[in-house]
C-alpha cells in the first residue's frame, strides 16, 4: 500500500521506529505493546492526495476534522484586518486526522503574523484567542482588499509545532499544500462581508475538498 507522508513527519517516524526496534529486543511483549504507537506516528503524518472542487467563488477547507460552531469574532489584529467581528468557521483536528494544511482559495499571501501563547485544547473557544498560531491573509484572484481572508493555524493541548510553508506576496493555488500542525490542533478561516456559508458545523471535513463557502 502507498502511503504518502509528509517531509515533516520522517524524524520522528525515524524516531519512534528505532525506540519499538529497542522494545523489541529488550522483550518481545513491549515490543508489541509500542508497536501501535509506531504504526500512529506513520499515520499521524500521512499526506493523501486531493482533489478540489471546481469553481472559482468556492472557498474550501484547510484541514480535515469537525467542523466546530460558527461564531462572529475579530480576526487576529496583527493581519490588519480591522476589527469588524466575521463569521468564523473553525476546524478542530484530533490525533487521528490528517494535519496537512491546504489553502482555501487561490489568490496572494498579504501578510503573515506568528504569536507565541498558550496551549489549552483546540477545541476551547479561547484557543483562538490565547493559543500560539500562526496567522495568515490570503487576497483571492480578482477581488480587492475588502475580499481579504484569514486562515489561522493554532497549536493545541500536545501540538508544540506549526509549520507553515508560506512567504509574503507568495502566489498561491486553492487545495495546494502550505503547512502542517503537530500533533492535535485547530484552523480558523475568518471570512469576508459578501459569502455565503454553505457548510454544516457538527460534520466531519477534509481539507482541500470540502466546500467551507462561496462568494456570492
Not at 29 to 55: M, N, Q, S, Y
Not at 134 to 158: E, H, K, Y
Request: aromatic letters at 10%; hydrophobic letters at 50%; charged letters at 20%.
Amino acid at each position: 500500500m502507498n502511503l504518502p507522508i509528509h517531509k515533516e513527519g520522517f524524524p520522528f517516524i525515524a524516531l519512534f521506529a528505532a525506540v519499538n526496534l529497542l522494545a523489541f529486543l529488550f522483550a518481545a511483549w513491549l515490543g508489541w505493546v509500542l508497536l501501535p504507537v509506531t504504526i500512529w506516528c506513520i499515520a499521524f503524518f500521512r499526506d493523501p492526495e486531493r482533489k478540489p472542487p471546481e469553481g472559482e467563488d468556492l472557498i474550501i477547507c484547510p484541514a480535515d476534522g469537525k467542523l466546530l460552531p460558527i461564531v462572529d469574532a475579530v480576526p487576529p489584529a496583527e493581519l490588519g484586518l480591522g476589527d469588524a467581528p466575521r463569521k468564523r468557521l473553525s476546524v478542530f483536528m484530533n490525533v487521528f486526522n490528517v494535519h496537512v494544511n491546504r489553502n482555501p482559495v487561490s489568490g496572494n499571501v498579504v501578510a503573515l503574523a506568528y504569536r507565541p501563547g498558550k496551549f489549552f485544547n483546540a477545541s476551547f473557544d479561547k484557543a483562538s484567542i490565547h493559543n500560539e498560531r500562526m496567522s495568515v491573509r490570503l487576497r483571492p484572484t480578482g477581488r480587492g482588499d475588502t475580499q481579504d481572508l484569514a486562515v489561522v493555524q493554532i497549536a493545541g493541548l500536545v501540538a508544540r509545532r506549526i509549520v507553515c510553508d508560506l512567504t509574503k506576496g507568495q502566489g498561491v493555488l486553492r487545495g495546494a499544500r502550505f503547512g502542517i500542525i503537530r500533533f492535535g490542533s485547530r484552523v480558523d478561516v475568518f471570512l469576508p462581508e459578501g459569502t455565503e456559508i454553505l457548510a454544516e458545523p457538527g460534520t466531519k471535513v477534509r481539507a482541500g475538498e470540502t466546500v467551507l463557502a462561496r462568494f456570492v
